[in-house]
């Protein structure tokens, strides 16, 4: 029922593009189960990506505190994949699964500015424009 | 003897065979190549904010784990916050400190005074122009604490995903800058009490660990200082564009002592003094 108002609430004041709204579902489905773990949402969004292209999210993550980064493609992304920076660029992580939920795990040294990419590696068709919603959680 | 030669000849001919090059290996399917590594140039030039700013509730955990043991549920002010003004910045960011100071109260706050906070960022909200539906979602909330038809722990995520997934996602006629501002409205909150805690508890690190963020400050700043630009002078943002900048100064020390702590927690009352 909650779930379901601010679903509706957000489809009706940020309507989505066609290609982004079953990514944008399933995020939304995954972020409210992980409040049954002790998961916490900083923030989702998403965006439409084509065959090898990226979205950078810079992100400040707290030192001991566990970060969970989600994706999830609609029908068109067969790949998505996410890659972990830190500040100097140097690569700290990316998620090993061929599918278009990747998830990755992190917990920081440091308190630090971070770099997440997310990658339309493989669309369908390798033409299609992929809707890819992503959401960084905390716990 | 005869046989005895014959076996030894079979031996060595099946020794011989032994030595022979190893059967090639079926060629492994080829597994498709993952994204190549980009470069800080390319990460830095392309990064977007909208997932660089810690939420309210992050910072409160973050000041528990650093073993803080002050809530800062019992450091939020009752405040009056004025939002039938011109200035649309100065809304903005008094509808980013309504929805820090609900944000952090929603387990605990009485209902009268989380249903108050709740009805300053509708009415924020509704002078920014976010459309007619986030007050809706906001008044069907207050409806439900009223008659405690809500549990408080499914309050904190609807809370939570009002503020890092509905807010930023709306398109407010006062324009892109509103969203920044409501989120330099919660960090400036979250921050003040966060750094009131540490100066109370006495703790010399955990400035370091809860404080350090310079981009942060940066990213505000820019708001600030160049898309504020052009427009009337103000003393809320003169004082907003001070205090980003010193915090920036700040937070960009390696580490930061506890007089640091003490200036973040000076620096951030001189603002929300003005609002």
């Known amino acids: 029922m909650i779930s379901s108002l601010l679903f509706a609430a957000l489809a009706l004041v940020s309507p989505a593009l066609a290609d982004e709204a079953s990514a944008e579902t399933c995020l939304k489905t995954k972020i409210w189960e992980g409040y049954n773990s002790g998961w916490a949402v900083r923030t989702a969004t998403n965006a439409t990506l084509g065959q090898g292209e990226h979205r950078i999210y810079l992100v400040t993550l707290y030192a001991g505190t566990e970060y969970k980064i989600m994706v999830c493609g609609d029908d068109s992304a067969v790949n998505a994949d996410i890659v972990l920076y830190d500040s100097l660029g140097n690569e700290i992580g990316r998620d090993s699964t061929q599918d278009r939920d990747p998830v990755l795990l992190y917990k920081s040294g440091a308190t630090d500015t971070f770099y997440i990419a997310v990658h339309a590696t493989a669309t369908k068709d390798g033409t299609a424009k992929a809707g890819l919603a992503t959401a960084v959680t905390y716990k | ?275």
């Open chain 2, 1 to 275: 003897m005869l046989s005895s030669l014959l076996f030894v000849a079979l031996s060595n001919l099946s020794a011989c065979s032994e030595d022979s090059p190893a059967p090639v290996e079926p060629p492994r399917p080829v597994e498709p190549a993952g994204p190549a590594k980009l470069d800080l140039a390319a990460l830095a030039s392309a990064a977007e904010n909208v997932a660089l700013v810690p939420s309210p509730a992050e910072m409160q955990k973050a000041l528990e784990r650093a073993g803080i043991a002050t809530g800062l549920s019992g450091l939020v002010a009752d405040r009056t916050l004025k939002m039938d003004i011109e200035n649309k910045d100065v809304i903005a960011v008094r509808t980013g400190v309504a929805m820090a100071d609900a944000l952090l109260t929603v387990k605990d706050a009485p209902p009268g005074k989380l249903t108050a906070r709740l009805t300053l960022v509708k009415t924020g909200m509704t002078a920014l122009g976010g459309g007619a539906d986030i007050g809706a979602t906001i008044d069907d909330i207050n409806a439900r604490i009223t008659n405690n038809s809500v549990s408080r722990e499914d309050l904190v995520k609807e809370l939570d995903e009002i503020h890092g997934a509905i807010i930023p996602e709306i398109k407010f006629e006062a324009g892109e800058r509103a969203v920044p501002l409501i989120q330099a409205g919660s960090w400036l909150e979250g921050s003040n009490l966060v750094s009131g805690a540490i100066v109370a508890a006495n703790n010399e690190t955990a400035g370091t660990e809860l404080l350090r963020q310079p981009q942060v400050a940066d990213y505000f700043l820019k708001y600030v200082a160049v898309e504020g630009a052009g427009k009337a002078p103000d003393a809320v943002l003169a004082q907003l564009q001070t205090t980003l900048t010193r915090l920036k100064e700040i937070s960009s020390k390696p580490t930061l002592t506890l007089d640091d702590v003490k200036e973040v927690k000076a620096q951030t009352d001189a603002v929300l003094a003005l609002l």
